[in-house]
């Protein structure tokens, strides 16, 4: 459980995509990573560290190594989680309340967004000498909730029913006699002039923080473990290991959550584009190119499901996974979750030479499971490629629970991963260091 803790103050610092990105920008820096901006001319050095943004809340690192590159070792994971998206106009008022006009951002468990502590974070754009600048806003106090409706008024609360999203999930935020904003807020915390504010991407998180908990507190539960534990501990791998002669790359994507087909999610060339610089700077040929990426190996790193305590009868019968049990690998006959014989046996050797535990999850067969981000992935990196993740439950859920021994497991994992390199040889695999 040795950085379980660090990681529940790194959930606690990443209330919007905004947050978690600029602080992996600032662990990065810290570690020695050198920021690039993608519309600059790149000079980059054998042996140098590096991360690049999209739009401010997509993030790609890369080291390269001291020799000539020969394969790619890369893990991909994302900043979003299901939420409320602030809409354009944001405030609903009556004779009575002020709300909060918002939209349900991916596949949210909507009840467990009631009753709860709320609050705003995000960026703002704002004009600021003639510039239109995007700023942080992250208000960090308790600032709305969604009310139930009492049982007295719905009898059937406790018997199946269905929210509506524009009628029943509208936060609300104060009374008619006030006469404070949110674009007065966002002014007043920002110390700038309301009309200088032209825009914002604004979502409201749950303030509950993140904790560890349980007997022996093996547990971690928080906001956002799906996805942001894969983010943190592919961040702790890459900052501390170095492979000989592989490019080792981190991405943490956005919109993973509704489909990822923006210009920073996974569907994008944002990773494409990374390495095609990368090896441009040093003179690669395509033909050469090619044949790097053909030996390289991508984990898709998105958590995987926990048995459920009240409800085992949801999951297959053989292959079930545990929290603090290890790496879940990841197997569907549909090919939502990339992994096949190949990419599950390189993920089993690593896991043992790291001496990670790790076990298997696959869906019930007549029930449809989620997708990651690695089939979209392949779609643009020719490579060898594997989900993997962390068991957790309630999945989508405003706060999740996961295993804190997990933390470190999948941690060791990826600094295995980051210290190898990966070739592939007429259907035989070679793992070095």
């Not at 790619?72 to 998206?85: A, E, L, T």
């Not at 308790?142 to 029913?161: L, W």
């Not at 007043?188 to 022996?216: H, M, P, Q, V």
Request: proline share 3%.
């Amino acid at each position: 459980m040795t950085k379980a803790k660090e990681m529940v103050k790194f959930l606690n610092s990443c209330h919007s995509i905004f947050q978690a990105v600029d602080v992996m920008e600032k662990q990065l820096s810290k570690a020695g990573f050198k920021g690039l901006g993608e519309n600059e001319y790149w000079q980059l050095e054998k042996g140098g560290s590096y991360y690049v943004t999209r739009n401010n809340s997509s993030i790609i690192a890369f080291r390269i190594p001291q020799d000539e590159i020969k394969s790619s070792n890369i893990v991909v994971s994302h900043s979003d989680s299901p939420c409320f998206k602030i809409k354009p106009v944001a405030e609903l008022n009556n004779p009575h309340y002020k709300r909060l006009n918002v939209e349900v951002y991916g596949g949210a468990i909507l009840p467990s967004w009631l009753d709860r502590p709320l609050s705003i974070a995000g960026r703002a754009l704002v004009r600021k000498d003639g510039v239109i600048t995007s700023c942080l806003v992250d208000f960090d106090e308790n600032m709305a909730i969604i009310p139930n409706v009492a049982i007295h008024q719905n009898r059937e609360i406790n018997s199946g029913y269905k929210y509506n999203p524009q009628v029943d999930l509208i936060p609300l935020w104060g009374l008619d006699d006030g006469e404070e904003s949110l674009l007065n807020k966002i002014a007043a915390e920002l110390k700038i002039a309301r009309e200088d504010i032209l825009s914002y991407d604004l979502f409201i998180y749950n303030r509950d923080e993140a904790c560890l908990w349980g007997r022996d507190k093996e547990f971690i539960s928080s906001p956002r473990i799906d996805d942001l534990a894969c983010a943190f501990t592919s961040m702790q791998g890459i900052m501390k290991a170095a492979s000989r002669d592989s490019l080792n790359i981190m991405g943490v994507f956005d919109n993973e959550e509704v489909g990822s087909m923006t210009r920073q999610g996974m569907a994008s060339d944002f990773l494409a584009n990374v390495i095609e610089r990368v090896f441009s700077c040093f003179g690669l040929e395509r033909e050469r190119i090619m044949g790097i990426m053909a030996n390289s190996f991508m984990i898709s790193a998105d958590n995987g499901h926990a048995v459920h305590p009240n409800h085992p009868e949801l999951y297959d019968q053989a292959n079930q996974a545990y929290m603090n049990k290890g790496i879940v690998i990841k197997r569907c006959a549909s090919q939502s979750y990339v992994t096949d014989a190949v990419s599950e046996a390189v993920i089993r050797e690593l896991c043992e030479r790291a001496k990670v535990p790790y076990q298997y999850f696959a869906n019930r067969s007549d029930v449809r499971g989620g997708g990651t981000q690695g089939a979209i992935a392949g779609l643009h990196i020719p490579s060898m490629a594997a989900d993997i993740g962390l068991a957790q439950l309630a999945m989508h859920s405003s706060f999740e629970t996961a295993g804190s021994k997990d933390v470190d497991h999948l941690i060791k994992l990826f600094e295995e991963f980051y210290q190898s390199s990966i070739y592939a040889d007429n259907g035989n695999v070679r793992i070095e260091k």
